[in-house]
């Protein structure tokens, strides 16, 4: 097992201290309740309360398990607790004696339970949401979590290597998807993906392929599909795949916490020529991408540049989805969760910096074929961009 | 696919509006923004507003997927909505003219956008939380429900029986666990687990042996273990599966939406004495709860005299967990998701009812066997409970 290295966990916590003391006012306390927040900032995925102060030492605060977090942190301040009534008191140990300005995760935290923290911790108290601080540490990774993700990738290699021994014309999508799944964890994917928000369904992952697999989806991703159920409404259904049909696999690879996307094609026979040329078309639009991915370029310009050359090429009807469809990006931030910040869209206007992590998506749905296109995970680096997958781009051909 | 039938849908709505209109003061409307919620009440998983009013009709506002909330949902109010600017007018259609009491699910709904509806919607509206009356509605179960759990109760059976095939000694718990997922799945499991609630993960099973098997989790499950990674924390792990070890394995089949919950035991070789004895124990208290389930029982009344029955005989050490780790119930109730409402745990003394659908799983942690127990899941009938469930109860043994 891959834990954390100590001094990762403990230069975060400093960059998050850094952060707290920079805001206008200052943020007395980060009171981190949600669980990869905590496991980013403390190594330790436990029923806690993280408490990280502008300055002086972080204490975790451990309901269940004591033993594991102690074993699995190197915070120093790790003590039990059973009481959200001792709460304020541990917060006045770390933060000092009251007015506090309080940084909560309110962007994931119900309302009840924040009603429930404001009821606690009474008057003096100022709270404010921490979870975009926190997303703006998260967005720069270190050369430790870059090569996280190079591992994760490589269990997307290997799907992508296994996948002419698995597509078969006696399987569905779903059955595809369900068999991908299991290869995947066989291959050392611990069997969670972790989507950041209410209401999102993480899977590992999806595969699509003919009109059902065009069906537009209700969620933010690019591959909708008709899915198993109306319950999900997403991903593979029951369809046999047919040869000749375009299918798609993205799969969200995550052996250590971070995940590594990729999207790939497979056709049990041959593409015809309309699907080829829309593959070419998303290639194109992949370098494209990949020639604007250096520090300085905002991801709100690559997102309307590569708008625009979609445009220019003809590709532009079913790019990210048929009209009326379209999801508003190409391209989103990844790690320990797979939707982070920055998004390849509009109004992220702030230049990519060395260690920003991109999955980066064109893809092109057609009402018959399917959808088509590609995926690759990229880290910015000093000068440019390095893919972090090893898995080739050429489309998985079997024989009918 | 199996939808909801429209009159399952329509009875739901008008129960939910018995119960506004009974509310004191009346809640003029549900806003019921939660997916799960959303699917019970209307048939369909979109991004999408439910508006229930106390009376008159309901109406579903669709960002997206129009054209498939229309056809899935018997809702005749179905309309495009592209902004929340409009909300407020939509509310007044269904709820007349202001001021409103507004039923919201603020045990979900993250506080950010909770603080977003209010700003949105403005002065003359007061905010209740109508989860507990939706959790309420959702905890009496009719006949089509209980089918459908039937239905799913049918891949626990298939897991059960495939178990002889599967397990090997060649298999850590992680790879058991991960095999069993992808078989539920092309036994018909849709690939998704709903638990409702703040930093907790759907895992379709768990597997479990030994004592890595062993380890507490900071989870509310009764199964702990060490998991693939820190950043999990939870199920299988990389250890082999050691001869003569008990073998848990704790499935959550779901093939519409409805979940079926049952834990099993295997083992490689023959169980020892003390292991057969913790299991013949744990079955006398599964009898023992099974002699309670009955309308009028109340669930607190029922965890409390099998918590006595097992401290009786002289089971009390381990059941549930080890001391210092036990999780605080014997059961819960379950449907579309996972961790319903009633638990059979304290304070929960309302009294079982005709329709009410219990996951009921004595368990006993032992520090170098592991965990080991079973569990059925119930539906209370007019004068006692159906298992729906059907694979047998007996430890799956396999050769060495």
Redesign the interface.
């Known amino acids: 097992?891959?834990?954390?290295p100590p001094d990762e966990i403990l230069g975060r916590i400093q960059k998050l201290q850094a952060l707290l003391s920079a805001s206008e006012p200052t943020i007395d306390v980060a009171l981190v309740?949600?669980?990869v927040n905590q496991?980013y900032l403390s190594?330790?995925?436990?029923?806690?309360h993280l408490l990280v102060p502008a300055e002086g030492e972080a204490t975790l605060l451990v309901r269940?398990?004591l033993e594991?977090a102690q074993e699995?942190s190197p915070i120093e301040n790790i003590k039990p607790f059973s009481s959200l009534k001792n709460l304020s008191a541990e917060l006045e140990l770390v933060a000092g004696p009251r007015p506090w300005r309080i940084g909560i995760e309110?962007?994931?935290?119900?309302?009840?339970?924040?009603?429930l923290y404001q009821k606690i911790l009474g008057d003096s108290v100022e709270f404010v949401?921490i979870s975009p601080t926190i997303a703006q540490l998260r967005s720069v990774k270190s050369s430790w979590e870059l090569e996280q993700i190079r591992t994760s990738a490589q269990i997307n290699q290997k799907l992508y290597e296994a996948m002419p021994e698995i597509l078969s014309p006696e399987l569905s999508t779903?059955?595809l998807?369900?068999?991908l799944?299991?290869r995947a964890?066989?291959f050392g994917h611990?069997?969670?993906v972790?989507m950041r928000?209410?209401?999102v369904?993480g899977?590992i992952g999806v595969v699509a392929s003919g009109p059902t697999g065009a069906?537009?989806?209700?969620?933010a991703f690019p591959i909708?599909g008709l899915?198993?159920?109306?319950?999900?409404?997403h991903?593979g259904d029951f369809n046999k795949i047919h040869v000749h049909t375009p299918v798609i696999f993205d799969y969200l690879a995550n052996?250590?916490?971070y995940h590594h996307d990729q999207t790939r094609m497979a056709v049990i026979g041959k593409l015809n020529a309309e699907a080829m040329k829309i593959f070419d078309g998303m290639q194109g639009l992949l370098r494209a991408v990949e020639a604007r991915l250096k520090p300085g370029k905002a991801p709100s310009e690559i997102y309307e540049e590569v708008l625009a050359l979609a445009e220019e090429r003809g590709l532009a009807e079913g790019f990210m989805g048929q009209p009326g469809?379209k999801v508003p990006f190409i391209g989103h931030a990844i790690g320990?969760e797979v939707n982070e910040t920055p998004v390849l869209a509009k109004k992220f206007d702030a230049p990519l910096v060395e260690g920003n992590v991109l999955a980066v998506e064109p893809k092109y749905t057609h009402p018959e074929l399917g959808v088509i296109g590609l995926e690759n995970t990229y880290a910015i680096t000093e000068d440019g961009f390095e893919n972090l997958g090893t898995a080739s781009e050429e489309v998985v051909q079997v024989k009918p």
């Open positions: 097992m891959t834990a954390i309740l949600d669980q496991y190594g330790t995925i436990q029923s806690a269940k398990v594991r699995e309110l962007d994931v935290l119900p309302a009840k339970t924040f009603s949401d779903y059955e998807q369900s068999v799944n299991c964890c066989l611990i069997g969670l972790r928000g209410f209401n369904d899977l069906e537009p989806g209700h969620s909708g899915g198993p159920h109306p319950s999900i409404a991903g052996q250590n916490g469809y320990l």
